[in-house]
Every structure is written in structure tokens, then in C-alpha cells.
């Protein structure tokens, strides 16, 4: 597998409805490697999801960056993704690895319990949060940077997500963090190619 990207650009309907998404996808995608843009949007069907992946993939491919497929592994492998990102209630790493036999399998955790059952699960990494208050999950308590280091003593690669912006990008880091994720930090900036390098910036050296 190609490493693991370290930024996730994550969707939602919100996103994908915005007439300017097309352009904010590839000035996100043009941190090439570095980056993977997640298609999710539980709202649509598995035709309308297909859609948005095909249409990733194809803006992603000169720079390089990763598409991957939220919830959908059948998804993920239809369209030459490159990773599968499950939550909770969705299929467990090991059921999604039978429809996506290649590529990245990260599973959605909210507590040091959840990150050890993921890791039992067969999980590549773990997309772990909120690790601040977000108005995404404005009634979710934070887990705080003691969820984003208990999860990393687990051994797989932690993607931060909640409230992440690029400060917060550089605290994460120094709790073990491999990358971070977000959505607003990203799709809703001023300057979306900027605002994904202002996050990549704490591992700049180690990327």
C-alpha cells in the first residue's frame, strides 16, 4: 500500500452540494501525496456516492492525492479508491476487507476503548475524536489530547479529528498523532490550498 496520507479531507452533504466543490477538491488534492479527500455523505445511496468518488478520483489523480470512501468498501473498490474510512455501526475492517482486499481500513473511534476493539478488528488506522469541541457534534464532549496519546500507545497510525485547526494540529502531533482531519478548517476556508499546508506543517519534516 502507498503510505498512509497524514491530512483527511473530510466531506459531508454540504460540501459536495457547494457549486465550488469541484475547485476547493483539487486545490485541496494539490498537497498531492499528503492528502486524502474523503467522500461521505450517509444521505445518499450507494449510486450517488459512486458518483462523487468517480469524480474525486479523477481530480486526484495528476497530484496524487488519495480518495477514500466513507462506509463504503464496494464503493471504495468499484472506484479505484484508496482507502475506507468505517464508522461505528458500519461493517468491522475484517467484514469491509472482503470487498476492498487492497488499500487503507480506518475505523472511527471515540474512547480508548473503542480504539483497542478497532485495533482487535483489524483497523490499519484510526480516525480518533472529537479531540476538541466541534459544532459538527456540538452535544459530544471532547476527548481531549489524553484520548489522541492513549490511542497512539495502540500502535497504528491516529488521524486526529474534532475541532482540528492548525495550532491544534501541532498539539496532536506532539501526542502522537501520525495526521489530522477536518472538515470546516478546510472546505469552508478562504484558501483551501493554504489551509491544507498550514495543517500539514507540524510534520512537514517527517513527511
Partial sequence: MRPLPRLHAVTDAAVIAAPDFPARAAAIAAAGSAVAIHARDRSSGGAALARVALRLVALARP?????????????AQAAGAQG????????????ARASFPR?????????????ELA???????LM????????????RPAGGL??????ARLGLPVIAIGGIDATRAAEVREEGAY????????WW???PAAAALALLAPWSETS
Fill in 63 to 75: 497530484p496524487e492525492a488519495a480518495v477514500f470512501i466513507n462506509a463504503r468498501p464496494d464503493v
Fill in 84 to 95: 475506507v474510512q468505517l464508522g461505528g455501526t458500519d461493517l468491522t475492517p475484517a467484514q
Fill in 103 to 115: 488499500g487503507w481500513i480506518g475505523r472511527s473511534v471515540h474512547s480508548a476503548r473503542e480504539a
Fill in 119 to 125: 485495533v482487535s478488528e483489524g483497523a490499519d488506522y
Fill in 128 to 139: 480518533v475524536g472529537n479531540v476538541y469541541r466541534t459544532s459538527s457534534h456540538p452535544d
Fill in 146 to 151: 489524553a484520548l489522541v496519546r492513549d490511542s
Fill in 179 to 186: 495526521g489530522v482531519a477536518a472538515v470546516a478548517a478546510l
Fill in 189 to 191: 476556508a478562504d484558501n
